[in-house]
């Protein structure tokens, strides 16, 4: 059983378009983070989101955590070839600080 | 570079031999994380530090798998009689608080 689904798995768009990547539990998370992975490579930090209802922006990256601390969000405005990658939401459980993570939502920009 | 390290990068074995990889964390963390990761999936925790105690262990953890954290500074993990099964990336991450930094990984092939 998959604790946390995101959604979609694949999504290949063409450069300048917006999308959306979901992540959806029906667990309660303390703290929820958003990673991109690159083949071969550890997956990077983009955002730590810990607040219900909170929002962050990181230049066309918007992230919103859910207000029950369930679900998060990841919008990307006018997406470039750069962004291409693997876009992996973690949760945190109970202030485990362990984290549980997605499946990953794989991106392709087209130029 | 201050960012997390881990050593090595790849490791190709045979079925049956041990293999011992090394993750120097960021310096000031005291927590300090071990996750695998296989294709198409996202990470899994395997066990975490808190400077050096070893405080949580995953049943993936089974009896050939130790990790150490002798000074509450560097970690190894050590697999032992390694399986076809146990071929997967190996991630180290560490933190000071929610947020979680990883290490480029080892990947680790038994044949």
């Known amino acids: 059983t998959q604790l946390l689904e995101q959604s979609p798995q694949f999504l290949s768009i063409q450069e300048g378009e917006n999308l959306t990547v979901y992540c959806n539990s029906s667990?309660?998370?303390?703290?929820l983070q958003w990673y991109r992975q690159e083949p071969g490579e550890g997956p990077v930090l983009l955002v730590t989101?810990?607040?219900?209802?909170e929002v962050k922006k990181l230049k066309r990256l918007t992230f919103q955590f859910g207000d029950a601390r369930k679900d998060s969000s990841l919008h990307i405005t006018a997406a470039q070839p750069g962004d291409t990658g693997l876009y992996l939401c973690a949760g945190e459980l109970d202030s485990s600080y362990k984290l549980i993570f997605g499946s990953g939502t794989r991106l392709l920009v087209r130029p | 570079d201050t960012g997390v390290s881990q050593d090595p990068r790849h490791k190709i074995t045979k079925r049956g031999q041990n293999v011992t990889f090394r993750c120097d964390p960021i310096?000031?963390?005291?927590?300090l994380y071990w996750y695998r990761q296989t294709l198409g999936q996202g990470p899994e925790f395997l066990t975490y530090?808190?400077?050096?105690?070893?405080?949580?262990k995953s049943r993936l953890l089974s009896d050939r798998f130790s990790a150490e954290r002798p000074k509450g500074s560097f970690s190894t993990l050590e697999i032992q009689r390694t399986e076809q099964g146990d071929s997967a990336m190996y991630l180290c991450a560490s933190s000071s608080d929610q947020a979680q930094y990883f290490g480029p990984g080892t990947r680790l092939t038994v044949l």
């Open positions: 989101v810990v607040t219900g209802g």
């Open positions: 667990s309660v998370f303390s703290s």
């Open positions: 530090f808190q400077n050096e105690a070893q405080l949580e």
């Open positions: 310096s000031e963390h005291n927590r």
